[in-house]
């Protein structure tokens, strides 16, 4: 009973901030409201967890990534990218639309993209199946929730975070050295992004957008165990049904012949590898991250 009410308080703070978000010129009185209200609700691990940090981990992951690659197909080319429309582009800013705050499990955006009426001026997406509208009210609902929580998050950022800690988290327990750089791809992030940006990007493991084939950081990797018991890990650089090559740390490319079952070999996908990792951290160690991050600002 009590776990029920709390979740329905949740969703009542949740609107009422995306309410705040929604009217630019709220926004500054809800930032100074919100800590309490937010200080008030505990995420669901019954820890100090912000809210917020509770909230958008709840979201499917998996249903996010899915969502992002249909909308990036299908809806960016008039929406944006991050579906927050644009002055050149013909769609709306669906993170504010009250279409898609109202719609429970992608019921309402399924009726509205699949439903043609008379005078209905968006193009008819039938060909979307169940799963794929859902992944995209998924998505939808996650992005809203985010913008929601960005002012409660720059309130514990500045609050709570330690970025001495974030650091001997980020090269130790956090493993993040292994695939990020503070002199690497992770330089100047602090003076690129906000920090309720680059919280988020801890939180939800990167968009997946950026870099291309050839940036070591979203290069899936390979493992292959050689009939030794040896193995060799390196960025996949091909991979048939007779051979694989890989590049080892040095930098040289390495290839064998497959046969079958030998040797074996184990892929991982690296944005795979951050999601992960997201129910790893804790709040602590979130916010000192993002205190962390937000102080590279050299470029
Ligand atoms: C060809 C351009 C175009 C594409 C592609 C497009 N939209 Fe739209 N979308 C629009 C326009 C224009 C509107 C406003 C329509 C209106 O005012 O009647 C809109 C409105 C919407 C709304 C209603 C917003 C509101 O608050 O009323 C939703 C939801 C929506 N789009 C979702 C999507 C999704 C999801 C996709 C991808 C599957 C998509 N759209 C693809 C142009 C587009
Ligand atoms: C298994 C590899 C891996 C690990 C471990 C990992 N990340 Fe990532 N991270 C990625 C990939 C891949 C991306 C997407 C990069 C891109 O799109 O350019 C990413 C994106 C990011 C971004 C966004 C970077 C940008 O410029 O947009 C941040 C910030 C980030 N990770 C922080 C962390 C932190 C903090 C940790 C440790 C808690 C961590 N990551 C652990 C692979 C990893």
Redesign the pocket.
């Known amino acids: 009973m009590t776990i029920s009410f709390k979740r329905v308080t949740v969703v009542v703070a949740c609107l009422t901030t995306g309410v705040g978000i929604a009217a630019p010129s709220a926004t500054q009185s809800s930032r100074g409201a919100a800590p309490p209200a937010f200080a008030a609700i505990q995420g669901g691990r019954g820890s100090s967890e912000p809210a917020g940090v509770a909230r958008l981990r709840a979201f499917d992951q998996a249903a996010v990534v899915r969502g992002r690659a249909v909308f990036g197909g299908r809806c960016a080319s008039c929406h944006s990218s991050s579906g927050r429309g644009g002055a050149a582009l013909p769609g709306p800013d669906l993170i504010r639309s009250v279409l898609v705050l109202q719609d429970l499990n992608g019921k309402r955006i399924s009726e509205y993209l699949k439903v043609v009426g008379p005078t209905k001026r968006h193009p008819t997406f039938s060909d979307l199946t169940d799963a794929q509208v859902s992944d995209l009210a998924t998505l939808l609902h996650r992005e809203i929730t985010y913008a929601a929580e960005r002012s409660n998050y720059k309130v514990l950022n500045i609050l709570t975070g330690d970025a001495r800690a974030g650091e001997a988290y980020?090269h130790g327990a956090?493993?993040?050295h292994?695939?990020?750089s503070a002199t690497g791809?992770?330089r100047g992030?602090g003076a690129r992004l906000d920090p309720p940006v680059?919280q988020g990007?801890?939180v939800s493991?990167?968009?997946?957008?950026?870099?291309g084939p050839e940036?070591s950081?979203?290069a899936a990797t390979a493992t292959i165990t050689l009939p030794s018991g040896q193995t060799v890990t390196g960025v996949l650089v091909r991979l048939t049904d007779f051979d694989i090559t890989i590049r080892d740390a040095s930098g040289a490319p390495r290839s064998w012949l497959r046969n079958g079952d030998s040797p074996k070999i184990h892929v991982s996908d690296?944005?795979q590898?951050?999601i992960d990792?997201l129910p790893k951290?804790t709040d602590t160690d979130i916010h000192n991250?993002t205190a962390y991050?937000v102080s590279l600002k050299e470029s």
Do not use: E, K, V
């Open positions: 980020f956090g493993g993040c292994t695939c990020h791809d992770l992030i680059i990007l801890i493991g990167g968009s997946g957008g950026r870099g940036s950081t979203r690296p944005l590898g951050h990792l951290y991250l991050l």
